[in-house]
């Protein structure tokens, strides 16, 4: 158990069981489907975010639930429709929903999920929350529609960005930033923190990225290089064709040509891990890391701020 | 022109145009989608409740707007995902998104409109109209979840009401409820609006489902008797199963099979057209637009009230 994760144990239980309770009195399959995919984990850092700001902050305990829960449900809600597009069988090891359910029952689970944290979200009696919790939303749909309706392949950083922006960094900053907005009227706070947030998502999505072509597939629950072969173009790739636009992988990623076959993928990512790419994007994500310290630096000392800094390290340093 | 329908016709330009905004800046696909589903149509019956509702409490223009363009959204999103997982490929006799497009651009353009119709809905800085908002989506996909995981061809009164409340009579309970919540903070007041919505919400639907028997394949836009077809009983067949329980369809229903082939399903259309099934049918919708009218008349009077008025007995009387 990292450390940070102590002082929030007792609330995410409590946000798990808040989640439970939304299919309570609704379809027994519903139910069934929300205990799976709470046993399918993760490692709850969108929630524990979301508290420790909270918590810095002094945000009313029950509301801070209810928005630690909505967030949570929010990011079930999107991995449950991602699964289905993707055709993704497992998730973490765990099969997906849509490995056992229908294409119809996944898609209404996803939406059930979406109302239910839309639900939460109301709950928190907080009209800037709402404005967030739906921006949010529509950031990361559009992301993922944009993905589907834009040319595989694509090999631009400024498309990376925005990417992973929308996919990733969008939640992390309405982690954050709707726990101050509970917390304070006090906006450049807010804006600190949100920045925080995004940052933060920023990292922990490179590192994501550099870890599907570098981790360990057992500890990862998918095959190594899962985004090459969707026609991801991920940072390390990016790193690799900048410093190496002579190799012939390169070339045809350049020129906006997926690399066709398996054999193709690992042999070009054999010479990815030989390179300096992994480390020239691990360094990128320590540019993210050092913004997102620099904004902790501006509050005032307390135990969260520690624990939001050791957070931070962590997200880093991490191999799953 | 139906009368009801002139006093709001330049509101519903208004939300029409709010709605075509929601995709500004996003993937021109998008635009493109909603552009689409705009010319689909409909009689814009729910926006039209709201504005007049709203106008006859006195509710703040631009806020109303903003959240007849959300309902009615909310509306188009969850008829997205509906056609798509139903495999429609015909609504009011235009091509559905699901017939031109991938199962997952469909889900994330649902998705999409789900998220820009929460956006309004938190717009029209209402707490309880994002509660009612969240609610009511909640009540539509469980009812659709419910639907597919039940067997078919349920043929119990309770059942029956269930769905169509879910279905249809929760997001016109909504379309009122909402126009009240910004209006007035008379708690009594904002529940006779909300049981004036869902007693006509509830007559639509036993309309509608008359007409799926009963109507113009042209005007409907769609073949006769789908709801037999897709294993859904409505109200005339739950009729005629009580008035004709010694008819073999009727037996077999009663025992829980469903119609098994298309001249069965003809065969059974024409002996519950000349039976008194479709007239009770009615005298049921009238029973729900007489409470819907003793609603009405609660209210001071006015001129929207009249036109409420008329547009609950255009519910009765409609062809398509």
Redesign the interface.
């Known amino acids: 158990m990292t450390s940070f994760f102590v002082p929030v144990l007792d609330q995410i239980h409590q946000v798990e069981d808040l989640i439970r309770a939304q299919a309570e009195g609704?379809?027994p399959?519903?139910q069934a489907a929300l205990e799976h995919l709470l046993k399918s984990g993760g490692k709850r850092i969108r929630p524990t975010l979301t508290l420790l700001v909270g918590r810095m902050l002094g945000a009313p305990e029950p509301q801070l639930i209810t928005l630690a829960a909505s967030i949570e449900l929010l990011h079930t809600a999107t991995l449950v429709?991602d699964d289905?597009?993707d055709g993704a069988l497992l998730r973490r090891g765990i099969p997906t929903l849509n490995a056992r359910w229908?294409?119809?029952?996944t898609?209404?689970?996803?939406?059930?999920l979406?109302?239910?944290a839309?639900?939460l979200?109301?709950?928190t009696?907080s009209?800037p929350v709402?404005?967030l919790?739906?921006?949010t939303?529509?950031i990361i749909?559009?992301g993922?529609?944009?993905q589907?309706?834009n040319p595989p392949c694509i090999s631009t950083l400024e498309n990376y960005y925005q990417r992973i922006y929308a996919k990733t960094a969008s939640l992390f900053e309405a982690s954050t930033g709707c726990a101050a907005m509970i917390s304070t009227t006090d906006n450049d706070l807010i804006m600190r923190l949100r920045h925080f947030g995004r940052e933060l998502g920023m990292a922990f999505q490179i590192i994501d990225d550099i870890l599907d072509l570098t981790g360990d597939e057992t500890q990862l629950g998918k095959p190594i290089g899962s985004d090459l072969r969707q026609g991801i173009i991920t940072l390390p790739v990016i790193r690799f064709l900048h410093t190496h636009p002579e190799d012939p992988f390169s070339q045809m990623i350049l020129q906006g040509k997926c690399l066709q076959n398996d054999a193709d993928i690992l042999a070009f990512i054999e010479r990815l891990r030989h390179s300096d790419a992994i480390e020239d994007a691990h360094q990128e994500a320590q540019r993210f890391i050092k913004n997102a310290l620099d904004d902790l630096r501006t509050l005032p000392n307390s135990p969260e701020q520690q624990y939001l800094e050791e957070l931070t390290w962590f997200v880093t340093q991490r191999k799953t």
């Open positions: 609704y379809h399959d519903l429709h289905l597009i229908s294409p119809g029952a898609v209404l689970t996803g939406d059930f979406f109302a239910r839309a639900k979200a109301a709950e009696n009209i709402m404005r919790f739906a921006e939303l529509t749909v559009n993922e529609i944009s589907m309706f």
